[in-house]
């Protein structure tokens, strides 16, 4: 069974940093694919950044040049290094697993969340 459980969040003022890490456990080959979403209040849950298998990462517009995905496979760990961060990055982030994350059919994982609030 896969348990995926984000830490990192709080409060920051715009321009200041944020490291997000996600303790993975349970993960087989087939859920390598992992990702981060956020969801503000009122809006739709939105895709931040994903890595696959081989480490090839993606990022959303709004947050390329500014956040970065990494992973430590020994650890079995997932980050978001979120530089720069304005106040319309404020939403409460998840990590994901799972082949559906790669375009398989596999069952997707979510953690609990994390708040994050960047105030300006």
């Known amino acids: 069974q896969v348990q995926l459980v984000e830490s990192g969040g709080g409060s920051v003022q715009a321009g200041g940093s944020l490291r997000l890490s996600c303790d993975a456990s349970g993960l087989s080959a087939s859920t390598w694919c992992m990702a981060w979403f956020r969801q503000a209040p009122g809006k739709e849950r939105e895709k931040v950044a994903d890595?696959?298998?081989?480490?090839?990462?993606s990022y959303a517009d709004s947050v390329k040049g500014r956040f970065t995905i990494s992973r430590d496979r020994a650890r079995k760990t997932l980050y978001l290094q979120m530089n720069g961060l304005k106040p319309e990055d404020t939403a409460m982030y998840y990590c994901?697993?799972?082949?559906?994350?790669?375009?398989?059919?596999?069952?997707?994982?979510w953690g609990q969340g994390t708040q994050v609030t960047v105030s300006s």
């Open positions: 994901a697993a799972g082949s559906w994350l790669c375009g398989g059919s596999g069952s997707p994982y």
């Open positions: 890595i696959n298998a081989v480490g090839s990462t």
